[in-house]
Each structure stands twice: as C-alpha cells, then as structure tokens.
C-alpha cells in the first residue's frame, strides 16, 4: 500500500507563500503521475497541479503562474510551493498518486492539510 503524507498548510495572508510537502512511500507499487487536489467547502476535489514521471507538469488556470509543483523521487517527495496566495486559495489540499502494480491501477491519496489565506 503506498503511503502519502503531507504537511506545509496553515494560515497565511493574502500575498504570502506556503511549500506544501508529501512523504510518500511506494511499498512495491510503482507510482506514475503525481499531484495536488483542491477541496473547497461543500465542493468535489478539482486538480492543482500535477507532475508525471517524466517531469512534465500542468497547472490548473487558477494557478498558472502562482503555483510551482515538484518531485524529488530519491527524497521520495512531491512538493507544491504556492506563491502569492490568494483568498480563494482557501482549501484543503490533497496529494496523490497514480499508482500500479501487476497489471492494476489505482489512484491513492494523501490525508489532506488545510491551507487558509486570510487577513
């Protein structure tokens, strides 16, 4: 079972920055692309930012820009430093990983942490 953890959130002001972290550990499965979710209040989880294995990233347009994803797969690693934050940054953020082992594929997730941009 691969194992992610993340940490970095908290309470910024608007204009700030965070460097979100996500400790993973493969445990045998091979981890494919990577990347961050959001979750507003009573919303569905939308895509951040995401890395796959070969290093190539996508932003979501919210955050072109402003956000900058990373992987360091010997530190085992995913990082999202996220810049001039925004009030509409609030959210809790969710790491994962797009995993596989013998022929099956699933996406496994992080715990979530709480970012919170306010005055």
């Known amino acids: 079972q691969v194992q992610l953890v993340e940490s970095g959130g908290g309470l910024v002001q608007p204009g700030g920055s965070l460097r979100l972290s996500c400790a993973y550990s493969?445990?045998?499965?091979?981890?494919?692309?990577m990347g961050w979710h959001r979750q507003f209040p009573g919303k569905e989880r939308v895509l951040v930012a995401a890395?796959?294995?070969?290093?190539?990233?996508k932003y979501a347009d919210s955050v072109k820009g402003r956000f900058t994803i990373s992987r360091d797969n010997v530190k085992n690693t995913l990082s999202l430093q996220m810049n001039i934050l925004e009030f509409e940054d609030t959210a809790v953020y969710y790491c994962?990983?797009?995993?596989?082992?013998?022929?099956?594929?699933?996406?496994?997730w992080g715990q979530g942490t709480q970012v919170t941009v306010s005055a």
């Open positions: 493969a445990n045998g499965w091979s981890i494919n692309a």
């Open positions: 994962y990983a797009d995993i596989s082992n013998d022929g099956w594929s699933r996406r496994a």
């Open positions: 890395i796959n294995s070969g290093g190539n990233t």
